[in-house]
Antibody, heavy 119, light 105 residues
Framework: QVQLKESGPGLVQPSETLSLTCTVSGFSLTSYSVSWVRQPSGKGPEWMGRMWYDGDTAYNSALKSRLSISRDTSKNQVFLKMNSLQTDDTGTYYC?????????????WGQGVMVTVSS | DIVLTQSPALAVSLGQRATISCRASESVRSSMHWYQQKSGQQPKLLIYGASNLASGVPARFSGSGSGTDFTFTIDPVEADDIATYYCQQSRNDPTFGSGTKLEIK
C-alpha cells in the first residue's frame, strides 16, 4: 500500500540548515509527484514545494530563496533542504503524495516529523 | 496567494448536521479539497474536487460549492468526528485555510 515516511533531526540551531528525507513505498516517484507541507503547532498547513514526477521542482514563493527539493528515484526518496532556519520554522513537516495532475489534492500523508528550531 | 477563510470553531450535537464553510479570496473553480486532522495525527483527505468523496470515506461526509464559496457537511455527526477540518485550494500554488475545530455540544 502507499506509504510515506519522513526522517530527520528533531532539533535544529537557528541559522542552520534543515535536511529531511521522505521515503516512499507503494508508488513510483517517476509516476507521482511529492510535496512537502509544514504545519506550525495550532495553525493551518503550508505548502512548501513539490518534486514533480518528471524531476522538475516548484516552490512556495515565500520560501524559494531558502528551499531545495531533490530526489533519488533508485532509493524511492525525496529530500528537503532549507537554510537559514529561524524559530518560526518550528513545526511538523510532512511529505505528501501530490495529485497535481488530477485536481491537485494530497491523497496520502506521512506521519510527519516535528522540527524545533532552538539554540 | 489565494487566501482561504474558515470559521475557527463549530459546536454541534451528536446526530445533528455540521456545516463548515470556506471562502476563497478569488475563484478556484472546483479545485477545493477538504481534510480532517485529529489531534496528534496527519491530515486525512476526505473530499477532493469540491464534492468527490475520497476512497474509504463514509457517505456522512459531503462537499459542495464552486468559485469562491464552499461547504463541507457531516450528517450525522458522530463522536469520532471530533477534529479540525481544513480546506485547501489547488487553482494556484496550494494554500490551506486556518481550520475549523469541530466540537460536540
Amino acid at each position: 500500500q502507499v506509504q510515506l515516511k519522513e526522517s530527520g533531526p528533531g532539533l535544529v540551531q537557528p541559522s542552520e540548515t534543515l535536511s529531511l528525507t521522505c521515503t516512499v513505498s507503494g508508488f513510483s516517484l517517476t509516476s507521482y509527484s511529492v510535496s512537502w507541507v509544514r504545519q506550525p503547532s495550532g495553525k493551518g498547513p503550508e505548502w512548501m514545494g513539490r518534486m514533480w514526477y518528471d524531476g522538475d521542482t516548484a516552490y512556495n514563493s515565500a520560501l524559494k530563496s531558502r528551499l531545495s527539493i531533490s530526489r533519488d528515484t533508485s532509493k524511492n526518496q525525496v529530500f528537503l533542504k532549507m537554510n537559514s532556519l529561524q524559530t518560526d520554522d518550528t513545526g511538523t513537516y510532512y511529505c505528501t503524495r501530490d495529485r497535481i495532475l488530477r485536481l491537485g489534492y494530497f491523497d496520502y500523508w506521512g506521519q510527519g516529523v516535528m522540527v524545533t528550531v532552538s539554540s | 496567494d489565494i487566501v482561504l477563510t474558515q470559521s475557527p470553531a463549530l459546536a454541534v450535537s451528536l446526530g445533528q448536521r455540521a456545516t463548515i464553510s470556506c471562502r476563497a479570496s478569488e475563484s478556484v473553480r472546483s479545485s477545493m479539497h477538504w481534510y480532517q486532522q485529529k489531534s496528534g495525527q496527519q491530515p486525512k483527505l476526505l473530499i477532493y474536487g469540491a464534492s468527490n468523496l475520497a476512497s474509504g470515506v463514509p457517505a456522512r461526509f459531503s462537499g459542495s460549492g464552486s468559485g469562491t464559496d464552499f461547504t463541507f457537511t457531516i450528517d450525522p455527526v458522530e463522536a469520532d468526528d471530533i477534529a479540525t477540518y481544513y480546506c485547501q485550494q489547488s487553482r494556484n500554488d496550494p494554500t490551506f485555510g486556518s481550520g475549523t475545530k469541530l466540537e460536540i455540544k
